[in-house]
């Protein structure tokens, strides 16, 4: 099937635009345009539109028909899960709404400023998942991550040394880390450890 000259362009591609939510080719163009972007990722940075378009892919990839099988950095959820066409935000709010609301705090800024893609692009970059414009406490559990991870007590060691930190206030800092690593899915947590994923990212 012949498509449009604007098919599998990240520039031109708008989940809200009444033209491309018409269009017949959307299912396809979507995994286009991200493969593009994940291609260009080593020149520039395109975190925040990986991280907008992954949003979308997850439920323009969930309504296809028929069912097409295409890889994303971000799984597409079964379709039962869609409720409403091209709502960007419904899955990110899903997963903050699963979340302790003292980490959903802190993931809802990075969401929202796409640092949740960049986090995993930046790990598999070999670099800190977390950038200057995070709060500092996360910078130091990205070091930390990217050293070979930590044991909580290490972590919360090293937030009582270098911040002077109360004990309570390492430790509900530690908490908060132990469950927003791996809602990023760049770290896992085993009884007291928080280890680095496997790369999120593979680039050809």
């Known amino acids: 099937m012949s498509q449009p000259s604007c098919f599998g362009l990240p ?29 260009l990722s080593d020149r520039i940075d395109t975190s925040r539109d990986l991280a907008r378009l992954e949003r979308t892919a997850r439920v323009v990839i969930a309504q296809a028909h028929p069912p097409i099988a295409v890889e994303t950095t971000i799984p597409a959820p079964a379709p039962a899960a869609v409720q409403v066409k091209l709502a960007i935000d419904t899955p990110a709010q899903g997963m903050l709404d699963a979340l302790p609301v003292r980490v959903a705090k802190v993931m809802r800024p990075l969401l929202k400023h796409g640092l949740d893609t960049k986090a995993r692009y930046s790990l598999a970059a070999g670099k800190n998942p977390f950038d200057e414009t995070t709060p500092r406490w996360l910078q130091l559990a990205g070091e930390c991550l990217l050293a070979g991870g930590m044991t909580k007590a290490e972590l919360r060691e090293r937030y009582a040394r270098e911040f002077g930190w109360s004990a309570g206030t390492a430790n509900s800092r530690t908490a908060i880390v132990s469950a927003l690593l791996p809602a990023l899915r760049i770290a896992a947590v085993t009884h007291d450890r928080i280890m680095p994923a496997p790369r999120a990212v593979v680039k050809n």
């Open 11 to 39: 520039s031109v591609f708008l989940a809200a635009s009444p033209v491309c939510a018409a269009c017949t080719g959307q299912s396809l163009c979507v995994p286009a345009c991200h493969s593009m972007l994940v291609s």
